[in-house]
């Protein structure tokens, strides 16, 4: 296993009206991204996903940890109707993975996507 630190960056991602947060890693050599998303419930802060991103990374495998709702639309803690709406947050999902392999992210776009490595 590779053991060198990875850096990881805060990334913006544009989707729809909302810019989202993520944080991106791509240890030397990756030739694939996992795309952690998080819509309801976790978060890309969570200690177990950071974990499972880490053994990612460890094997020379790129990693996005998103929110798939901004910070003010997590604090609904009212009617908590986004954390709900499949629609919205699968919308999301594909645009997050679209940014991946976008022209102009040229750390990204040119590694596998959801296929074998």
């Known amino acids: 296993m590779n053991k060198n630190k990875n850096e ?3 990334v913006q991602v544009s989707v729809g009206q909302a810019t989202l947060e993520g944080n ?6 990756s030739k694939g991204i996992v ?7 976790s978060s890309r802060h969570s200690p177990r996903n950071k974990y499972v991103a ?8 790129a990693t996005l ?12 803690l009212q009617t908590r109707h986004l954390q ?8 999301r999902l594909i645009e997050a993975t ?3 392999k976008q022209d102009q992210n ?10 074998q490595f």
């Open 106 to 115: 040229i750390q990204t776009k040119n590694l596998s996507v959801g296929k």
């Open 54 to 61: 880490k053994v990612l990374q460890d094997a020379e495998i």
């Open 24 to 29: 991106l890693s791509i240890p030397k050599g």
């Open 8 to 10: 990881e960056q805060l």
């Open 35 to 41: 795309l952690f998303a998080h819509g309801s419930g």
């Open 98 to 100: 679209d940014w991946l």
């Open 65 to 76: 940890l998103i929110d798939l709702l901004t910070e003010e639309e997590e604090i609904d």
């Open 84 to 91: 709900f709406d499949i629609d919205l947050l699968a919308q």
